[in-house]
């Protein structure tokens, strides 16, 4: 429905590794849904679906060269499914990818059963049969556990312009279209940037909910 409301007015295309072929610009708005699925050893990857054995290495590449380009003002908004480790903290790991400049506001989504992402992407092997099928599932749940991957997120990382920013990490029980557009967006940003602020500026907020759009305004 949204791709199909869009007048897009594409300039050009370039093509290279990352941002190679726009390494000295900066942008108002980039947005990216990168390749995010793990690539168990022996199994054929695909340029569009794996980002590397635990499926983040690809995405780190990503958010570590995502602030520099972007404008003062700018915005970024990244859909990723994000694997977590026993011991490792969500928001800390994405943090550590982007580095120390930045806002990054987390929405962060349920967790995607391994069980279930293992059947949905052990699929192309249904061509050859269910034996091949059920080898690559059981395989790739395995990969899952050798690593140690406890659980898969899904989220919409929203990273703003900032020398040294704040971090915020928010559970939402559903992602849809709609939780990243951008009137829910820059709510939840305004929101996030005045808990971030100190008490006295926190204490100037007015705050006016706006039924038709279904999100608190500050101002």
Known sequence: RGYASL???????????????????????????????????????????????RGDELPRRVLSGLHEHLAPGGKAVVYLQWPVCGGEELAASLREALG????????????????????????????????????????MRSHFARLGILAVMSMFVVVTHAERGWTSEIGAARLSSDAGSGVALDALLRGTEWAAASTDRLLEVRVRFCREINVVELS
């Open 100 to 139: 120390p400049a930045g806002n990054l506001l987390v929405l962060r989504g349920s967790a995607v059963d391994l069980d279930e992402l293992s059947a949905v992407h052990g699929y192309t092997a249904l061509q050859r049969g269910w034996d091949a099928y059920a080898s690559r599932v059981v395989g």
């Open 7 to 53: 007048d897009y007015d594409f300039k050009e295309f370039r093509s290279g590794d990352l941002y190679e072929p726009v390494r000295d610009e900066r942008f108002d708005l980039i947005v990216c849904q990168p390749p995010f699925v793990a690539a168990p050893t022996g199994v054929s990857t695909a340029t569009y679906l794996h980002g590397g054995a």
